[in-house]
């Protein structure tokens, strides 16, 4: 891949996430706020995979806009729960308050920091620089560092948090493949060594699962003056009848998980 091609990719993924970005507020509807965290996703993944390049630029995310993805994954994650929660009838009044003024706080977080400059200053620090040329080999070295790291998480006795970061690296992998399978000639040899398909059903089970861990974690630590002992109790119960699906989902991920860094390992080799 070519310098000149590398910086219009770039150039374009920022301008989708500006782009992304500048529909949000006033409405903060939840596919536009996806939007920007799926643009922001790509264009990490892509900053990553070039900085694992000898040579290439560092290459890093504005501060401004590392708050404004964080923000947008609190109302996402606010979302998601009020709607799981309520997708089984749960009436959990304190905890909806709470979740409530969560994302009035965030909401008025984004609106006092987003700005056209924000997004400016963004494109400015990405793209104002100079890349080398991108080889297949820098490719393959990329998945087999991003395996090499699965690989030794999965092998400690995973819990959660380390789940947690396997779904990013395992993130990263999927958004290169994608890009690399569309943009980029000559690498088709590389990407054959992944099971793209294989690859997209774990990405999608472990960031389930992710919320999921999420949730519980939440639930099991929630108290409020204000809670009645039939909600503590509905909480309770909710989370004893998760926890066990939620034990037997991870395990069944982490060996779905060993068996793609297998795959991928011995097509590597």
């Known amino acids: 891949m070519q310098s000149a091609k590398i910086h219009k990719l770039l150039e374009n993924d920022v301008q989708k996430v500006a782009k992304a970005a500048g529909c949000i507020a006033p409405n903060f509807k ?21 900085n694992s390049v ?3 630029p560092q290459l890093q995310l504005t501060k401004k806009i590392n708050r404004l993805y964080s923000i947008a994954g609190t109302l996402r994650d606010a979302h998601l729960k009020y709607e799981t929660l309520t997708e089984r009838e749960l009436i959990l009044p304190q905890y909806y308050a709470n979740l409530s003024i969560i994302v009035l706080r ?19 620090q990405i793209t104002d620089n100079l890349f080398v040329q991108l080889t297949p080999a820098d490719l393959a070295n990329f998945y087999a560092q991003q395996i090499k790291k699965i690989k030794k998480i ?9 789940v947690h970061k396997m779904r990013k690296l395992i993130k990263h992998m999927l958004y290169i493949t994608a890009l690399a399978k569309k943009r980029w000639e000559g690498a088709e040899e590389v990407i054959a060594c992944i099971p793209y398909m294989q690859l997209t059903d774990i990405s999608t089970l472990i960031g389930s699962f992710n919320d ?4 519980l974690h939440e639930l099991s630590t929630f108290s409020s ?13 909710y989370v004893d009848e ?14 779905q998980i060993s068996d793609f860094v297998n795959v991928v390992e011995e097509r590597l080799a």
């Open 30 to 50: 939840t596919d536009e706020i996806h939007a920007f965290r799926v643009g922001i996703k790509k264009l990490r993944a892509f900053i990553h995979f070039i």
């Open 54 to 56: 000898k040579g290439q």
């Open 242 to 255: 998760t926890l066990a699906r939620h034990k037997t989902l991870r395990k069944d991920l982490l060996r």
């Open 154 to 162: 999965n092998n400690d006795v995973p819990d959660d948090e380390h």
């Open 212 to 215: 999921g861990s999420i949730l």
């Open 225 to 237: 003056m204000g809670m009645q002992q039939q909600e503590a109790t509905a909480i309770a119960r």
């Open 106 to 124: 965030n909401k008025a977080e984004w609106q006092k920091l987003y700005s056209k400059q924000v997004m400016k200053k963004l494109h400015e």
